[in-house]
């Protein structure tokens, strides 16, 4: 069976449609040694590259679907490139052969907290579908103390660029001086959404942690910069929030085994 190029690359995790569309726009992919065009379609057996570097677009067959959890600190872009030159946290992950990292989502270079990362295409993709509605949880740091006003109209929705957004839950934080914080949660993912939410009602962030994203807590351990994969309980919650089937378990990865939180990609000191 054949599908279009960017659904193919798509749920091999290479990037949201869009990208793709961009990418082959641009003449950046190569099918069989040709450029692809918009619209071509593929088995995913032929020869395909981007930026001249072959695709593996087939991982070997015993290695299961890995997820990390990552925390991201201000300052880090959550592309993998960047004509600026600024860090991307892609650059803190572990390597991998034959699979890649994608990006659960996204956070801006001014936020901070949990990112996911996955090498099934297809889960991350699910996770950040609108329809499946996954929850993410942010704490916020805000100048000033909301009213009782704003509360409920963020509650029950403001009418933003992009659309109509609300949060599902708002509880106070406590705070001191000039900002209070808050705990605040929603179903979906536009960009930069927490923050315009709170600008539609006079609120201004100061500092945005993302806390949760659907089962996954970012947790106290897990420092700025450091990573930790997943373990198979909270992988198989991953796929049951995305509506999706667990795979079968292959034999053990190595790296899951390990297991313990990791700083830039460094495994933490063996005892």
């Given at each position: 069976?054949?599908?279009?190029?960017?659904?193919?690359?798509?749920?091999?995790?290479?990037?949201?449609?869009?990208?793709?569309?961009?990418?082959?726009?641009?003449?950046?992919?190569?099918?069989?040694?040709?450029?692809?065009?918009?619209?071509?379609?593929?088995?995913?057996?032929?020869?395909?590259?981007?930026?001249?570097?072959?695709?593996?677009?087939?991982?070997?067959?015993?290695?299961?679907?890995?997820?990390?959890?990552?925390?991201?600190?201000?300052?880090?872009?959550?592309?993998?490139?960047?004509?600026?030159?600024?860090?991307?946290?892609?650059?803190?992950?572990?390597?991998?052969?034959?699979?890649?990292?994608?990006?659960?989502?996204?956070?801006?270079?001014?936020?901070?907290?949990?990112?996911?990362?996955?090498?099934?295409?297809?889960?991350?993709?699910?996770?950040?579908?609108?329809?499946?509605?996954?929850?993410?949880?942010?704490?916020?740091?805000?100048?000033?103390?909301?009213?009782?006003?704003?509360?409920?109209?963020?509650?029950?929705?403001?009418?933003?660029?992009?659309?109509?957004?609300?949060?599902?839950?708002?509880?106070?934080?406590?705070?001191?001086?000039?900002?209070?914080?808050?705990?605040?949660?929603?179903?979906?993912?536009?960009?930069?959404?927490?923050?315009?939410?709170?600008?539609?009602?006079?609120?201004?962030?100061?500092?945005?942690?993302?806390?949760?994203?659907?089962?996954?807590?970012?947790?106290?351990?897990?420092?700025?910069?450091?990573?930790?994969?997943?373990?198979?309980?909270?992988?198989?919650a991953l796929y049951a929030a995305a509506?999706?089937?667990?795979?079968?378990?292959?034999?053990?990865?190595?790296?899951?085994?390990?297991?313990?939180?990791?700083?830039?990609?460094?495994?933490?000191?063996?005892?």
């Amino acid at each position: 069976m054949t599908a279009r190029i960017q659904k193919v690359l798509a749920d091999a995790g290479i990037g949201s449609r869009r990208a793709i569309d961009a990418m082959v726009a641009a003449g950046r992919v190569a099918v069989n040694g040709k450029p692809a065009q918009l619209g071509d379609r593929i088995s995913g057996n032929e020869r395909i590259a981007i930026d001249g570097r072959p695709l593996n677009l087939h991982p070997q067959p015993d290695a299961a679907p890995r997820a990390l959890a990552y925390h991201k600190p201000v300052g880090e872009i959550a592309t993998r490139r960047d004509p600026q030159g600024r860090p991307s946290v892609f650059s803190s992950l572990p390597r991998l052969r034959g699979a890649r990292w994608v990006a659960v989502g996204r956070l801006d270079i001014n936020s901070a907290g949990l990112l996911l990362f996955t090498t099934a295409g297809e889960l991350a993709h699910a996770l950040m579908h609108p329809s499946r509605a996954v929850e993410r949880e942010y704490a916020v740091r805000v100048r000033g103390e909301l009213g009782a006003g704003q509360v409920r109209r963020l509650l029950d929705g403001v009418q933003l660029e992009d659309g109509a957004a609300c949060f599902s839950s708002i509880e106070a934080g406590g705070g001191a001086g000039a900002n209070r914080w808050y705990r605040v949660a929603l179903h979906e993912g536009r960009k930069r959404e927490v923050r315009r939410l709170f600008e539609a009602v006079g609120g201004q962030v100061n500092r945005l942690i993302r806390v949760r994203y659907g089962p996954i807590e970012l947790g106290r351990a897990l420092r700025p910069g450091a990573w930790r994969y997943l373990t198979p309980g909270e992988l198989d919650a991953l796929y049951a929030a995305a509506g999706l089937e667990p795979p079968a378990r292959a034999r053990p990865q190595r790296e899951a085994r390990r297991g313990r939180a990791v700083r830039r990609g460094v495994p933490a000191r063996k005892r």
